[in-house]
């Protein structure tokens, strides 16, 4: 049995001192917001209220978010909203090409809301989004963060062969908690979900949120299982509810915690683990592009 190092309680009048983070501004950070603005695009940062906004903006970097800025699904953990969305903007791809190649990004990142409603998952889109990246910015790497699709395998096929360099896929909790953190999910699925990515020759990627009222060794277990199924790299960082509406923080999880998880990552056969306290899914992307 591993010990674990003390995971100080959620029960505190206020977040620790290590989850400050400094308001978005500066030069880089208006033009970024202007461009999204002016294309009518989405991106998570703003819709899953992002704490690392600021940071990556003024870099010149954002997450961009197709397929609308409303999910079919309903997990407590998330920002977005949710509800039936409307019918997708087939003029979407162009409008985010566009805009990477304007902000000159050398790592584009994309990612998208469910759309079960929709037969193919939204898949066309996904694939003319990327390949449309790739013809206006050829020297741009990209990351896409895709949806489960619900067993639709001929969908995560077509998404995933657009040319992009990393695929990702959120498994988002331990198995346990999927009921209540993702009801519309399933943990094996995900993980077959990777597993297909991977041998259709893709590099490959996961994030698992923290402080939900995981165990350590229900972490480790996840570990295992995603590396058993061909998982490169993960992420992982603390869970911060969004509104009261949302499912609670149970723990905070201490920053000498996140780096013996780090190790243990490894340690197991991850190629890559990012992690820590403000650590969500695309921060720091372009660091892990080529391992």
Not at 62 to 83: E, Y
Not at 164 to 181: A, G, I, P
Request: a positive charge.
């Amino acid at each position: 049995m591993i010990e674990l190092p003390v995971i100080s309680s959620a029960k505190t009048a206020r977040k620790p001192d290590w989850l400050r983070v400094k308001l978005p501004t500066g030069p880089d950070y208006a033009r970024v917001r202007k461009l999204v603005d002016d294309y009518k695009l989405h991106t998570i940062c703003q819709s899953g209220n992002c704490p690392n906004m600021g940071e990556c903006w003024s870099a010149g970097t954002a997450t961009f978010m197709i397929l609308g800025n409303v999910c079919t699904r309903s997990c407590s953990f998330c920002a977005v909203a949710t509800g039936r969305p409307t019918e997708y903007d087939t003029d979407e791809p162009r409008r985010v090409a566009e805009a990477i190649k304007l902000m000159g990004v050398k790592h584009a990142v994309i990612t998208s809301v469910n759309r079960d409603e929709l037969k193919d998952r939204g898949a066309e889109i996904w694939y003319q989004t990327v390949r449309l990246v790739k013809e206006t910015s050829p020297q741009t790497t990209i990351e896409t963060l895709i949806p489960d699709t619900k067993g639709n395998w001929e969908a995560l096929a077509r998404m995933i062969e657009g040319g992009q360099e990393v695929v990702s896929h959120n498994v988002e909790t331990v198995e346990r908690l999927y009921r209540n953190v993702r009801p519309q999910a399933r943990y094996t699925r995900s993980l077959e979900q990777i597993q297909r990515t991977k041998a259709a020759g893709k590099r490959t990627k996961s994030g698992i949120m923290l402080g939900l009222g995981e165990t350590g060794e229900e972490l480790f277990k996840a570990m295992d299982d995603l590396v058993q199924n061909g998982l490169d790299i993960l992420t992982l960082g603390q869970y911060l509810q969004p509104t009261k509406l949302h499912h609670e923080v149970i723990d905070w999880i201490h920053p000498d915690t996140f780096a013996m998880y780090k190790e243990e990552g490894l340690r197991r056969g991850l190629k890559y683990v990012e992690a820590g306290a403000l650590v969500r899914s695309s921060y720091h992307a372009e660091r892990h592009v080529n391992v």
